[in-house]
């Protein structure tokens, strides 16, 4: 069994049988954890064993699948228990978008992972909860903004960007791996925001901190960390543990190297990047005698953090989806190249141009959502005693809203599990908006990065496409790509070559 293979690889100094007396033990002193659900009409769900709860029913590399499967079960309100973690998840459009926009105070709380904990300790944006939060994500949002997100000089640096990218794609004259060069890219919009400038491809420090956080998330999403997350003290020994220790430690130590150099020449009246606009706040804020603020080294390391993931992973990732499928579906591909020739020509791609590339905007969003980047969504937690649906639902409950059920929920979309473009287009070819794309969630945890992702994915999707046809390695055929998602805490497509034609 699984989880038994993950005890086994785990406890290097602990025996099997050892652990099994632990896990009898701690069950013992806290059999009370398992309570009747039938009292106050809590969610209903799977009986739970002793202590491992419902894990030997869980699919550890890929939880979410699970969690779809028993909500066809169970319902769009259920209970599961994650070891000895009580957990209730939210299943299908209505009812996570009931959930996070209706009660969005209820479950708008951040629960955080032990291991994201163990890093973050409650500081920045994704993890942190109360007054903290709320002030750095109102800065945060407040400051990307005045430095471009969403605005005409944010859409000059990923137009710039676009051109860096083609140049290495135009080295490779074989197939090869986009992963890198691509997350290079997009790192470099976040960065020239977040830091004030961007950074040569050819910079060992910042390529380093790319690949690293990239490895990082893989890491976390790994099924020997989630029983870490859940058994700390059986499974604190696990290499992957020390391996995020490490790449977290790596990324401080050079984020501190670059927030020493922007204090040295740091100008109030000539702000580049959200690291000085921090730095000027706590300054003010230090000189008028303010000690106890939110503005302190802790929170500027995790926000930047923050930004640095949310600003690179998922916005990569979607690309290296989208020009994966373009290869696997050349008939789609071929359309969007035709609307790009036949709309915008050989000119360079703007922002105001979507409303006339519908099915290219279809074809973005189709991505978006068939690639389900984050399936379980960030693990919310109840900020009060709620009764939802006619459940009752305690104070400091774990909640995830599966968005793998939303996107692919059979009663919102028509061929939910396909690459199906003709989602987003009405019957005369326009686009059209639909409730249940939620890529980016819902309520007050909503991706702060939507409308600079939103940008990113149309520039450089379409300059790419312009530029290039993108096809299979030779002697492999479209049929034989694989969509099938790499394990991580995002799903990453697996490893795989592409060849960039020019055509330009």
Same mark, same amino acid.
């Given at each position: 069994?699984?989880?038994?293979?993950?005890?086994?690889?785990?406890?290097?100094?602990?025996?099997?049988?050892?652990?099994?007396?632990?896990? #009898?033990?701690?069950?013992?002193?806290?059999?009370?954890?398992?309570?009747?659900?039938?009292?106050?009409?809590?969610?209903?769900?799977?009986?739970?064993?002793?202590?491992?709860?419902?894990?030997?029913?869980?699919?550890?590399?890929?939880?979410?699948?699970?969690?779809?499967?028993?909500?066809?079960?169970?319902?769009?309100?259920?209970?599961?228990?994650?070891?000895?973690?009580?957990?209730?998840?939210?299943?299908?459009?209505?009812?996570?978008?009931?959930?996070?926009?209706?009660?969005?105070?209820?479950?708008?709380?951040?629960?955080?992972?032990?291991?994201?904990? %163990?890093?973050?300790?409650?500081?920045?944006?994704?993890?942190?909860?109360?007054?903290?939060?709320?002030?750095?994500?109102?800065?945060?949002?407040?400051?990307?903004?005045?430095? $471009?997100?969403?605005?005409?000089?944010?859409?000059?640096?990923?137009?710039?960007?676009?051109?860096?990218?083609?140049?290495?794609?135009?080295?490779?004259?074989?197939?090869?791996?986009?992963?890198?060069?691509?997350?290079?890219?997009?790192?470099?919009?976040?960065?020239?925001?977040?830091?004030?400038?961007?950074?040569?491809?050819?910079?060992?420090?910042? @390529?380093?901190?790319?690949?690293?956080?990239?490895?990082?998330?893989?890491?976390?999403?790994?099924?020997?960390?989630?029983?870490?997350?859940?058994?700390?003290?059986?499974?604190?020994?696990?290499?992957?543990?020390?391996?995020?220790?490490?790449? @977290?430690?790596?990324?401080?130590?050079?984020?501190?190297?670059?927030?020493?150099? #922007?204090?040295?020449?740091?100008?109030?009246?000539?702000?580049?990047?959200?690291?000085?606009?921090?730095?000027?706040?706590?300054?003010?804020? !230090?000189?008028?005698?303010?000690?106890?603020?939110?503005?302190?080294? !802790?929170?500027?390391?995790?926000?930047?953090?923050?930004?640095?993931?949310?600003? @690179?992973?998922?916005?990569?990732?979607?690309?290296?989806?989208?020009?994966?499928?373009?290869?696997?579906?050349?008939?789609?591909?071929?359309?969007?190249?035709?609307?790009?020739?036949? /709309?915008? $020509?050989?000119?360079?791609?703007?922002?105001?141009?979507?409303?006339?590339?519908?099915?290219?905007?279809?074809?973005?969003? !189709?991505?978006?959502?068939?690639?389900?980047?984050?399936?379980?969504? /960030?693990?919310?937690?109840?900020?009060?005693?709620?009764?939802?649906?006619?459940? =009752?639902?305690?104070?400091?409950?774990?909640?995830?809203?599966?968005?793998?059920?939303?996107?692919?929920?059979?009663?919102?979309?028509?061929?939910?599990?396909?690459?199906?473009?003709?989602?987003?287009?009405?019957?005369?070819?326009? =686009?059209?908006?639909?409730?249940?794309?939620?890529?980016?969630?819902?309520?007050?945890?909503?991706?702060?990065? %939507?409308?600079?992702?939103?940008? !990113?994915?149309?520039?450089?999707?379409?300059?790419?496409?312009?530029?290039?046809?993108?096809?299979?390695?030779? $002697?492999?055929?479209?049929?034989?790509?694989? #969509?099938?998602?790499?394990? $991580?805490?995002?799903?990453?497509?697996?490893?795989?070559?592409?060849?960039?034609?020019?055509?330009?």
């Amino acid at each position: 069994m699984e989880i038994l293979d993950v005890f086994l690889q785990s406890s290097s100094s602990v025996s099997l049988l050892g652990a099994l007396l632990v896990l #009898l033990l701690v069950y013992l002193v806290s059999s009370s954890s398992f309570n009747s659900q039938e009292d106050r009409k809590e969610p209903p769900g799977p009986k739970p064993l002793p202590v491992l709860g419902n894990l030997l029913q869980l699919d550890l590399k890929r939880p979410y699948n699970t969690l779809l499967k028993l909500s066809k079960k169970y319902g769009s309100v259920f209970t599961v228990y994650f070891g000895p973690k009580k957990v209730v998840v939210l299943a299908g459009y209505k009812t996570v978008k009931e959930a996070l926009v209706n009660y969005a105070d209820e479950f708008g709380d951040r629960d955080s992972l032990l291991i994201a904990h %163990e890093m973050n300790q409650g500081h920045g944006i994704v993890w942190s909860n109360g007054d903290s939060w709320k002030e750095m994500r109102r800065f945060a949002l407040t400051n990307l903004r005045d430095f $471009g997100m969403g605005k005409k000089a944010c859409e000059d640096k990923i137009t710039e960007e676009c051109h860096y990218l083609i140049e290495v794609f135009k080295k490779f004259k074989e197939a090869f791996d986009i992963t890198q060069s691509m997350n290079y890219a997009v790192s470099n919009i976040i960065c020239s925001i977040v830091y004030g400038s961007r950074f040569d491809y050819s910079d060992l420090k910042f @390529t380093s901190m790319v690949d690293q956080i990239n490895k990082r998330i893989q890491l976390v999403g790994s099924p020997s960390i989630q029983m870490y997350n859940l058994f700390p003290w059986i499974c604190q020994w696990v290499s992957e543990r020390r391996e995020i220790q490490n790449i @977290t430690a790596s990324f401080k130590k050079e984020n501190l190297d670059l927030f020493s150099h #922007l204090k040295e020449t740091l100008n109030p009246q000539m702000c580049r990047g959200f690291v000085e606009a921090f730095l000027i706040r706590k300054q003010n804020l !230090e000189e008028s005698g303010i000690t106890n603020s939110h503005f302190h080294n !802790e929170n500027l390391m995790e926000t930047v953090l923050n930004l640095f993931v949310a600003g @690179t992973e998922t916005t990569s990732t979607t690309l290296r989806w989208a020009l994966l499928l373009m290869a696997k579906y050349p008939k789609i591909q071929n359309q969007v190249k035709e609307e790009l020739s036949r /709309v915008i $020509g050989s000119r360079q791609v703007q922002v105001e141009d979507r409303k006339n590339l519908p099915f290219t905007d279809a074809v973005i969003h !189709e991505t978006q959502r068939l690639a389900n980047i984050v399936p379980m969504s /960030v693990p919310h937690r109840t900020s009060q005693d709620v009764t939802f649906q006619g459940h =009752f639902i305690k104070k400091g409950t774990t909640v995830y809203p599966l968005l793998t059920s939303v996107l692919y929920d059979e009663s919102e979309w028509e061929s939910p599990h396909t690459f199906y473009p003709a989602h987003f287009l009405d019957k005369d070819g326009k =686009f059209v908006k639909r409730d249940a794309f939620m890529p980016f969630s819902a309520g007050r945890r909503i991706c702060l990065g %939507e409308s600079l992702a939103r940008m !990113e994915l149309l520039i450089f999707f379409t300059t790419l496409l312009q530029h290039f046809r993108f096809t299979p390695p030779p $002697g492999v055929s479209e049929d034989e790509l694989d #969509l099938t998602p790499r394990v $991580g805490f995002t799903l990453n497509p697996s490893p795989h070559k592409l060849c960039a034609v020019s055509c330009m």
